[in-house]
């Protein structure tokens, strides 16, 4: 075989310009940026990441650890147990929050000036002579175990916590009104939220009321 015949077999082998001319057409290629693929928005990414990141916080927190125990729908469901509230532990809050400045807090009053509610027949003889008092108020000298009240100077009106007052609902003067009865030594029965709402549609708005006027009730 001579030296000038190529074995078709092989591959030709390129000439240094041939490879120089395929090196240069690679350099004036330019980037597609036409195409169909492009790089992420970077709002879009960040928007994403959060969405990730907050759906992962909730389900740790309140997935309850995917226990069976949490969620079972082929469960029955549990018997909700209502605990029924003292009015008389509210009514105890309430009377701190107003009223242990004139009547102190254990109910002994100030000598001439703020009538005692321990033992008070004001307190325990009559659910709705107090319920007048609570809500509208009591103004001038009163009269309790024999020994008179508010007619000494210094001496400040009983003011009204009603809805003309300090604003109080028919439930919170049920519950100071209880919590007075049974407390300081007395013994009367819880009074009712409706037992206010009723008296406070019969009497509507008015000022305060004086003892004359409460004893004259019937």
């Not at 307190?123 to 108020?137: F, S």
């Not at 024999?146 to 007619?151: L, M, S, V």
């Not at 009204?160 to 009104?177: C, K, L, Q």
Request: net charge negative; aromatic share 6%.
């Amino acid at each position: 075989m001579s030296a000038n015949h190529s074995d078709p077999s092989e591959p030709r082998r390129l000439t240094d310009q041939e490879i120089i001319q395929v090196h240069d057409h690679a350099g004036e290629e330019t980037v597609d940026d036409g195409g169909s693929y492009k790089l992420l928005p970077l709002v879009m990414l960040a928007a994403l990441s959060s969405l990730i990141f907050f759906g992962g916080t909730y389900i740790g927190l309140y997935a309850g650890h995917f226990a069976p125990t949490v969620h079972d729908e082929r469960g029955t469901a549990s018997a909700v147990v209502i605990t029924k509230v003292d009015p008389a532990v509210i009514g105890k809050k309430k009377y701190e929050l107003l009223c242990t400045t004139c009547h102190g807090p254990a109910g002994m009053g100030t000598p001439g000036l703020f009538p005692p509610l321990a033992k008070s027949e004001w307190v325990v003889a009559t659910d709705e002579k107090l319920i007048r008092i609570l809500l509208n108020g009591l103004a001038g000298p009163v009269t309790v175990d024999g020994k008179e009240f508010g007619a000494a100077a210094g001496a400040v009106a009983m003011p009204a916590i009603g809805p003309g007052g300090a604003g109080w609902n028919d439930s919170d003067i049920a519950a100071v009104a209880t919590y007075i009865r049974q407390a300081f030594g007395n013994t009367a029965p819880e009074i009712s939220t409706e037992k206010v709402t009723e008296i406070r549609t019969k009497v509507g708005t008015r000022g305060a009321w004086s003892s004359a006027e409460l004893q004259a009730l019937k």
